[in-house]
Every structure is written in structure tokens, then in C-alpha cells.
Nanobody
Framework: QVQLVESGGGLVQAGGSLRLSCAASGRTFSTLAMGWFRQAPGKEREFVAAISRFGVTYHADSVKGRFTISRDNIKTTMYLQMDNLKPEDTAVYYC?????????????????WGQGTQVTVSS
């Protein structure tokens, strides 16, 4: 029932910034817990950040202080502001959502996923 569409990926130099967006369908966006995950070739899917329906946020240690997750319930869109990007941030980034009371770092907890957007950081 929930459809997610990511955008905003691209190629950027190390130290640069990108902002990813995840537009969500549904009339109950405000009750969705949402998260960002990333996956590089040959790597397992990795938690990046999550935000609860109440706006409580969680960020992986690897991105803490550089990435910021947020949501806009009016626009039904979730964002990931990525600053001071590093080559190791290169991956396909996926947004995820589900009707959870609280945000979770566990990928299996989310039933709805976007198609992914490529982020490439050059050294």
C-alpha cells in the first residue's frame, strides 16, 4: 500500500554534500517509521539512519555528525542530508518505511522499500 521513490543521488567529490529525498504515498504518512539503508556491491545492506513517527532520529556511528535524517509530514517526504561525504559512502541508498511505533535499525522490520538511488563519492 505504501510506495516510496528516492531521488537526489549523484556523483560528488569527497567533502561535498548531497540531499536525498524519499517521497511516500499514502494518507497515513505521519504514522510511518522510516529509514535509510545503503548497499555497495559485494556488501550487505547497511543501516544509515532512521526516524520515528514522532521525529526521534537515529544515525549509524559511521555517519553521525555528517548525515542528518528528517521528515516533512506535509510533503510526505523523508530526507537525508549528507555532508562531508567520503568515498566509503559510495553505495545505492534505499529508503524504507513501515507502520511501526518506533524507528528501527533492522532492515527486516520494514515492509516497504524504494528502488534505490546511486551515490558515488570520488576521492
Amino acid at each position: 500500500q505504501v510506495q516510496l521513490v528516492e531521488s537526489g543521488g549523484g556523483l560528488v567529490q569527497a567533502g561535498g554534500s548531497l540531499r536525498l529525498s524519499c517521497a511516500a504515498s499514502g494518507r497515513t504518512f505521519s504514522t510511518l517509521a522510516m529509514g535509510w539503508f545503503r548497499q555497495a556491491p559485494g556488501k550487505e545492506r547497511e543501516f544509515v539512519a532512521a526516524i520515528s513517527r514522532f521525529g526521534v532520529t537515529y544515525h549509524a556511528d559511521s555517519v553521525k555528525g555528517r548525515f542528518t535524517i528528517s521528515r516533512d509530514n506535509i510533503k510526505t517526504t523523508m530526507y537525508l542530508q549528507m555532508d562531508n561525504l567520503k568515498p566509503e559512502d559510495t553505495a545505492v541508498y534505499y529508503c524504507a518505511a513501515d507502520y511501526l511505533r518506533g524507528a528501527t535499525t533492522r532492515a527486516f522490520a520494514y515492509d516497504y522499500w524504494g528502488q534505490g538511488t546511486q551515490v558515488t563519492v570520488s576521492s
